[in-house]
């Protein structure tokens, strides 16, 4: 079986792709590992599966530093400014409080075991309309503005006479 070790191994070599395979194969055999959890965030390159990986990592250690630090760097800072603002105030203490009434340690193991396996991204309604929507509607209004264009030239130019 391979080790946190050998996956690590294959990301310092970089091959991210066995790396997650690695750390796949450790999460079937022990889903409650905490650092191939982390190893598997670490190579992923969606954002909403890592932050299933951080999840799971914190279902298993609430107080599991690196899985807090990779769902805080996964959340948009609009302004630096603001953020280093928020770091120095007791907000973030307070955070840590209610995520920890958040994550239930009870989650069985089978569960945390199905989240490995990634399906196709599914899209979302801030994705806005399907590109072909918008070439058609495109392509409508055109065919519209020309129709009323050349209609009013027509009847400009007949018009004249």
Known sequence: ??????????????????????FEA??????????????LAEVLTDTDDKRICYENVLKINKQNRAAREGLRNLEPQANP???QLQQATHADEEA??????YYDSDESETDMAQTVRT???VPRPSDGPPTYALIAIGLLLSVV???????????????LR
């Open 96 to 101: 840590e409080e209610d995520e920890d009434e």
């Open 26 to 39: 450790i999460l079937q055999e022990t889903p409650r590992s905490e650092d191939a959890w982390l190893g």
């Open 1 to 22: 079986m391979p080790t946190i070790q050998d996956g690590r191994d294959a990301i310092a070599q970089g091959n991210p792709q066995q790396a997650r395979l690695i």
């Open 81 to 83: 400014f603001i953020a």
């Open 145 to 159: 503005a020309f129709a009323i264009g050349g209609g009013a030239v027509f009847f400009v130019i007949s018009s």
């Open 119 to 121: 399906s196709p991204p």
